[in-house]
């Protein structure tokens, strides 16, 4: 078994032929689209977070309503750039998202890509030293305190005049939910980040794009993080089993509207690339197939099989019931062949 779920960048575009025109469109239709998956027996609706970009930018509200809307499906990131953001705030606003939807969260945090502008994260009142130039560092340190805060224990002291009565001891931030310490995801662009994770009691969230370290294929290279990764995790005692997500853009070509969307395009091959004036990077490639030549194309991904989560990157602008389909013909042409299902 694997679980499968969405990830959703949540493009949105005034374009006459975009199907999310909007912000509000987006947001709308990510909680039609999470209900909508859930009912035909998908595990995950996955949203990506982009600042300054026509895509989702906070993502807390929308886990909180799609959480509200839905009863079964994970409810993750992938992921939240930490430069953005203020640990402290988040662990209230990801407890009270956890809450409502009953420790379904999955959050998948990273120092982040490349941004829409020039140091984003300064605009948000978050500097970075001389030596940290892209806030590397920063994000690294936000995530070790975030996690710290997570654990639930008490360290801010109490007002002996409060206007409230307080509990015995020193304070915690409130809501506390109980076992998202343990639903924690790295997103990692490289083998050392990956290991990094690891020895903090992360799980791991590997996309399409990594640091080429080998020049060999990219499902290869994930592989390879995948597994040092779990050699890394073996040697600490984090009480708790760790999850493996990677995210492939995958259509079964299955009627006409595929055939339309996806024939004859799209990177059928992995791509090199540089994202930033010294990091060569690998992408991986798309799978766009009918069923029967998909499946044994996947077969051969051995990232997609040494992972114990599949999420798949969708078209968001194509609207709530194309997605639908895409994910229903992944689950009911391709999954049970793979023995994913």
Not at 57 to 85: C, H
Not at 97 to 119: K, T, W
Request: charged share 25%; proline share 5%.
């Amino acid at each position: 078994m694997k679980k499968i779920g969405f990830l959703s960048f949540g493009h949105w575009t005034p374009h006459p032929e975009s199907g999310t025109r909007s912000a509000s469109d987006m947001l709308l239709q990510s909680i039609d689209l999470a209900q909508a998956v859930e009912d035909v027996g998908a595990d995950g609706a996955y949203f990506r977070v982009h600042h300054f970009a026509r895509q989702m930018s906070s993502p807390f509200p929308l886990l909180a309503a799609v959480g509200a809307k839905t009863s079964r499906i994970e409810i993750g990131t992938g992921v939240i750039d930490m430069r953005y953001e203020n640990p402290l705030y988040m662990v209230e606003d990801a407890g009270s998202a956890d809450l409502i939807s009953e420790g379904r969260l999955q959050l998948g945090i990273s120092r982040g890509s490349p941004e829409q502008v020039i140091d984003g994260w300064k605009h948000f009142g978050y500097g970075s030293a001389e030596d940290d130039p892209d806030g590397s560092q920063m994000a690294r340190g936000k995530t070790e305190l975030l996690l710290q805060l997570l654990e639930g224990r008490g360290f801010a002291q109490p007002n002996p005049r409060p206007m409230f009565p307080n509990p015995p001891g020193l304070l915690r931030l409130e809501p506390h939910s109980e076992g998202l310490r343990q639903r924690i995801w790295w997103g990692a662009g490289s083998n050392a980040t990956a290991v990094w994770a690891a020895e903090r009691g992360m799980n791991l969230m590997s996309s399409t794009l990594k640091n080429d370290e080998t020049g060999e294929a990219f499902h290869v290279q994930q592989a390879e993080q995948i597994r040092l990764f779990r050699e890394e995790w073996a040697a600490h005692d984090w009480g708790f089993e760790p999850r493996v997500s990677v995210s492939r853009s995958i259509v079964a070509i299955t009627d006409d509207r595929d055939r339309r969307y996806f024939v004859g395009g799209g990177d059928h091959e992995d791509q090199i690339g540089y994202i930033d004036a010294s990091t060569r990077a690998i992408f991986g490639r798309s799978y766009a197939a009918e069923p029967d030549v998909l499946i044994e194309e996947l077969r051969r991904d051995q990232a997609v099989a040494e992972a114990d989560t599949l999420l798949i990157t969708i078209p968001s602008q194509l609207g709530v019931d194309y997605n639908t389909h895409l994910i229903e013909s992944i689950l009911t042409e391709v999954a049970p062949a793979l023995g994913w299902r």
